[in-house]
């Protein structure tokens, strides 16, 4: 027999239980979706529109419920001869500014029109809003802009204040920009530019986190579309959403919770998914979290993480920051690396701390000794270890840290 076999027990169709997946409705949402479809209302009726800004933590549904408004709106509008309707969406993960937005949604804007597409740079912010400008009247009609991820074009916000204001301001003349922004932060609101935020404040739709009954209620049309009849223990469902709901009240931490429950159960062979399984998966799930959460530090970050692995390997854990930092000075001499100030490894210690990779303990030795802060690592060794050692730069500390760990029986 095989050592890879299709599963016949466990799953039906893991599809629901996929990223990508688009339900086929919305649930738990209705508030929010009604004063979605008002704020597109006056697309269909040529009125002037506004901007709308959806804001929520990840998971709870901002795109899923952008993808569905839109394609209702879309579908709709060809009923009416005097609507003309385009969308465009652009992930805005890893452009840091106005005028990278707006150099992408021209290419997007060009491409959709078989167009070559322009340089990324080399244009001054004017040129590149004047070129958008061109492309956008070109559509004529009303174009919806979805920016997702928004928040990461940070203080540089000028194209959330030109775009709206491109008609009333004859730079464009035939065409309706409409912006739709989706963001997770919701400092990136407080810290808008006041004219900006003016504009934006009206429509703006909060995306609140889900309570454990809402996830059950999402949970449950994909578990059984999911799922083979009768696999799933009726207890499983509502862990998984209760689980989600205690950490991030997210969707998509409910759901990958069920996929993984069921993945562990097709594991073991079995015909049922159990609580236990879905503890494990928690256990499974947290983890990934933990070690992504330490690849995606930057290099300072893994230079102090390299430090206190370094103290953690011969033993002297809790470390006082002033010796953590001596340490931490001699890793980036090491690297070649120039080396921050003692105050900005604390904060580079306090982010760890949030994200769970660390733990602090404070000390007060009174008036003699004054207060200080203590470290250790609050996950595996070995973990650190093997995310340092697939860094760049950091192979060679890693093994000198292996060394010592495994000298001291520590791993
Ligand atoms: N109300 C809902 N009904 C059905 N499925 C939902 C609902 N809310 C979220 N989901 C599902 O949960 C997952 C995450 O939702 P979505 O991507 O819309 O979240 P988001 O708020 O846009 O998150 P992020 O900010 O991380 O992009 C998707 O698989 C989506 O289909």
Redesign the pocket.
């Known amino acids: 027999m095989g050592m890879f076999q299709r599963d016949r027990q466990v799953f039906a169709d893991a599809e629901p239980l996929d ?1 990508s ?3 086929e409705d ?4 209705d508030e929010e979706l009604e004063k979605y479809k008002r704020a597109l209302q006056p697309i269909i009726d040529n009125r002037p529109t506004s901007n709308i800004f959806l804001y ?1 933590k ?8 952008t993808k569905f408004m839109l394609s209702h709106l879309e579908n709709d509008a060809t009923e009416y001869d005097d609507v003309e309707l385009s969308t465009v969406w652009v992930s805005c993960e890893n452009l840091s500014s106005s005028y990278q937005v707006a150099v992408t949604l021209v290419n997007e804007l060009r491409e959709s029109k078989g167009k070559d597409r322009i340089s990324t740079t080399g244009y001054s912010q004017q040129r590149v809003f004047d070129i958008l400008y061109e492309e956008l009247d070109e559509f004529g009609g009303t174009v919806v802009i979805v920016l ?1 991820e928004i928040d990461n074009i940070g203080h540089s916000d000028d194209i959330l204040y030109g775009l709206p204001r491109a008609r009333s301001n004859g730079y464009v003349e035939d065409v309706r920009p409409v912006i739709v922004g ?1 963001s ?1 932060d919701f400092q990136f609101r407080e810290n808008l530019s006041p004219k900006v935020k003016d504009t934006l404040a009206e429509k703006e739709i909060l ?1 609140p986190p889900y309570d454990a009954n809402q996830l059950r209620s ?1 949970l449950n049309p994909r578990a059984e579309k999911a799922f083979h009849d009768d696999v799933l223990n009726d207890d499983v469902v509502p862990l998984c959403a209760a689980f989600a709901a205690q950490d991030t009240g ?3 931490q409910a ?1 990958r919770l069920l996929r993984e429950a069921g993945e562990l159960a097709q594991a073991d062979d079995t015909e049922a998914v159990t609580e236990d399984h879905v503890r494990d998966a928690q256990d499974e799930l947290e983890k990934n979290q933990l070690y992504e959460g330490m690849q995606e530090l930057t290099t300072q970050g893994h230079a102090v993480l390299c430090a206190l692995a370094y103290h953690q390997a011969i033993g002297e854990v809790p470390v006082r920051s002033r010796d953590l930092y001596q340490r931490y000075v001699k890793i980036c001499e090491r690297l070649d690396a120039d080396n921050v100030s003692e105050r900005r490894v604390r904060d580079h210690l306090s982010d760890m701390n949030m994200l769970g990779l660390i733990s602090v303990y404070e000390r007060n030795e009174g008036l003699s000794a004054g207060r200080y802060h203590e470290y250790e690592l609050n996950v595996p060794l070995k973990a650190v270890l093997e995310v340092l050692l697939s860094t760049n730069r950091f192979e060679e500390p890693a093994n000198i840290i292996q060394s010592a760990a495994d000298d001291n029986n520590l791993l």
Request: glycine residues 12%; hydrophobic residues 30%; proline residues 4%.
């Open positions: 990223d997946y688009e339900p919305i649930r738990e949402r929520g990840t998971g709870t549904g901002k795109t899923v419920a997702d989706i997770n995306f999402i997210s969707a998509r759901i």
